[in-house]
C-alpha cells in the first residue's frame, strides 16, 4: 500500500453530522430510535409476509425484498454513525471504507430495481386484471427479484474495484502495474493450434451440454423437483464457472501479447471465486437432497419443500458473493511492483499473492479460514451424507434398493471426486515436489475439465433427463407433423 517518500493510508476520518456537542446525545437518541424502528418495522412485514399464505403473492414478494433491502441499507450506515458519535477518533478502516461503500451503492441499487418491479406489478394487476396471474408467474417474479440481485452486485462490485484501485495507484518514480501478462498453459508453439482447437471444443461442448440442461429442466414439468432445481443452478454455475477462464485462454492462445488488464483480472479472479464457491455448497445440497430421498423417501416432500430449497440455492449465492468480494477487496488493497507475468491461464488467487509486494498476511488467513469454510466443510457434509446413505442401505439389502441407490446418488458421487479431489490435491495438500506445469494441469481438470463432463454424467446415467428428452423432442415430432 505504500509508495517511495509516502504515506500508507490505512484508515479515514468520518467528520460526521454536523451538530454541536451539547446537542449529540439528543441526536443520538434519535437517530437509534430510527434506526431501532426501521429494524424492527422491516422485520415485521417480512415476518407476516412468511407467516400469512394470503400474503404469498407478487407484490408481497417484492415487498419483502423491498422490506430486507430497507433493513440492510440502513444498517450499513446507521451503526457506524452512532459508534462514531460516541467515539472520540471517528474513523474507518480502509477496507472497512471500501466495504461500507460496496453495501450501500449495492442496497441502494436493489431498492431501485426493487420499485421499479413493483410498479410493473401495480400496472399489470391495474391495467390487465383478468391476465395477472398469467402475466406475474412465478417464474417471472423470481426471475425479477434475481435479476435484480444480480445487476446490483455488479454495479456495486465496478465501483468498488474502481475505487479500491485509485487507492492504490502509485505515484513518483514507481511504475503503475495497469497489466498482468498470462503466460498460458506450457505447450509448445508447434501444438498450439491442436489445443486451441481442443479446448473450443470442450467450451462449446460445457456451454451447449450445460444448456442442454438447463432447457430441459425447465420445459419438463417431471423434472420441476428439488433435485432438478439444484442441477439447474449447477449446470449455469458450470457455464459461467469455464466462461471466466477459457475465452481469455483462447483469445490469449492466438495473441501476440496474451495481456489482462488489472481490473480485469481482479473482477475475472471475483468470478472465478464465485462460481467455484457456488458449485461446492450446491453440491452440498444436492447431497442433502439424495440423503433425505434414500433415507426418509416418506418424508421427502415435507422436510424438501419449495421454501427449503429455494433458501438453500439463495443462501448458496449469498454466501459465495460475500466470500468472493471479500477476497477480491483484500486482493485490491495490495501493491505489485515491477513483476507482473502470472505463471497460469488465469488470474489465480494465489498465483497473484507471489506478485504481491506488500504485506499478504491478512490475505493468507482469510485463505485459510474462509478455504475452510468453502472446501473442508462442504466436503464432510458431503461425506458424511453419503456414510449415512450407505449405512441406510445396509441395513435393508436388497439388489433393487442398491440399483435404485447407486443410479441416484453415481453421477453426483463422480461430480463430488472429480471437483473436491483435484482442488484439495493443489491447494490443501501442496507438495514441495509440484512444478508449475503440474499444477497448471491439475487447474485445467477442475475449470475446464469437470464442467464439460457434468452433463454427460447426468444425462448419460440418468434416466429422467433422458426421459425428459425423449418426451421434449416426441411432442415437437408431433407438433411439426400437425402443421404439415
Known amino acids: 500500500m505504500t509508495g517511495r517518500n509516502q504515506t500508507a493510508v490505512t484508515e479515514f476520518l468520518l467528520q460526521g453530522l ?117 402475466i406475474m408467474g412465478p417464474k417471472l417474479c423470481l426471475s425479477l427479484v434475481a435479476l435484480s440481485w444480480g445487476l446490483t452486485t455488479l454495479h456495486a462490485m465496478l465501483h468498488t ?14 511504475s503503475i502495474i495497469s497489466e498482468f501478462l498470462l503466460l498460458g498453459l506450457p ?145 485490491a488493497r495490495l501493491s505489485f511492483c515491477a513483476d507482473n507475468v502470472i505463471p497460469h491461464f488465469f488470474c489465480d488467487m494465489s498465483t497473484l499473492l507471489k506478485l504481491a509486494c506488500s504485506d499478504i498476511q491478512i490475505n493468507e488467513m482469510m485463505i485459510f479460514i474462509l478455504g475452510g469454510l468453502v472446501i473442508i466443510v462442504p466436503f464432510l457434509l458431503i461425506f458424511a451424507s453419503y456414510a449415512r446413505i450407505v449405512s441406510s442401505i445396509l441395513k435393508v439389502p436388497s439388489a433393487r434398493g442398491m440399483r435404485k441407490a447407486f443410479s441416484t446418488c453415481g453421477s453426483h458421487l463422480s461430480v463430488v471426486s472429480l471437483f473436491y479431489g483435484t482442488i484439495i490435491g493443489l491447494y490443501l495438500c501442496p507438495s514441495a515436489s509440484n512444478s508449475t506445469v503440474k499444477e497448471t494441469i491439475m487447474a485445467v481438470m477442475y475449470t475446464v475439465v469437470t464442467p464439460m463432463l457434468n452433463p454427460f454424467i447426468y444425462s448419460l446415467r440418468n434416466q429422467d433427463i433422458k426421459g425428459a428428452l425423449q418426451r421434449i423432442f416426441t411432442k415437437w415430432a408431433i407438433q411439426f407433423s400437425l402443421r404439415q
Not at 453495501?103 to 390487465?128: G, P, Q, S, T
Not at 474495484?161 to 514507481?174: E, F, I, P, W
Request: with cysteine; proline share 5%.
Open 18 to 134: 454536523p451538530i454541536e456537542s451539547e446537542q449529540k446525545n439528543l441526536f443520538y437518541a434519535l437517530f437509534l430510535v430510527m434506526y431501532v424502528t426501521t429494524v424492527l418495522g422491516n422485520l415485521l412485514i417480512m415476518f407476516l409476509i412468511r407467516l400469512d399464505s394470503q400474503l404469498h403473492t407478487p407484490m408481497y414478494l417484492f415487498l419483502s425484498n423491498l422490506s430486507f433491502s430497507d433493513l440492510c441499507f440502513s444498517s450499513v450506515t446507521m451503526p457506524k454513525l452512532l459508534h462514531n458519535m460516541q467515539s472520540q477518533v471517528p474513523s474507518i478502516p480502509y477496507a472497512g471504507c471500501l466495504t461500507q461503500m460496496y453495501f450501500f451503492l449495492f442496497f441502494a441499487d436493489l431498492e431501485d430495481f426493487l420499485l421499479v418491479a413493483m410498479a410493473y406489478d401495480r400496472y399489470v394487476a391495474i391495467c390487465f386484471p383478468l391476465h395477472y396471474t398469467t
Open 161 to 174: 474495484l474502481l475505487m479500491a484501485r485509485l487507492c492504490n495507484m502509485k505515484m513518483g518514480n514507481q
Open 187 to 331: 505447450i509448445e508453439p508447434d501444438q498450439r493450434d491442436l489445443f486451441y482447437v481442443l479446448f473450443l471444443a470442450m467450451y462449446l461442448t460445457t456451454v451447449l451440454g450445460n444448456l442442454l440442461i438447463i432447457v430441459l429442466i425447465h420445459l419438463d414439468s417431471q423434472l420441476h423437483t428439488p433435485m432438478y432445481l439444484f442441477l439447474s443452478n449447477l449446470s449455469l454455475s458450470d457455464i459461467c464457472f469455464s466462461s471466466v477462464t477459457i475465452p481469455k485462454l483462447l483469445h490469449n492462445m492466438q495473441s501476440q501479447v496474451p495481456s489482462i488488464p488489472y481490473a480485469g483480472c481482479l473482477t475475472q479472479m471475483y468470478f472465478f471465486l464465485l462460481f467455484a464457491d457456488l458449485e461446492s455448497f450446491l453440491l452440498v445440497a444436492m447431497a442433502y437432497d439424495r440423503y433425505v430421498a434414500i433415507c426418509f423417501p416418506l418424508h421427502y416432500t415435507t422436510i424438501m419443500s419449495p421454501k427449503l430449497c429455494l433458501s438453500l440455492v439463495a443462501l448458496s449465492w449469498v454466501l459465495t458473493t460475500l466470500i468472493s468480494l471479500l477476497h477480491t477487496l483484500l486482493m
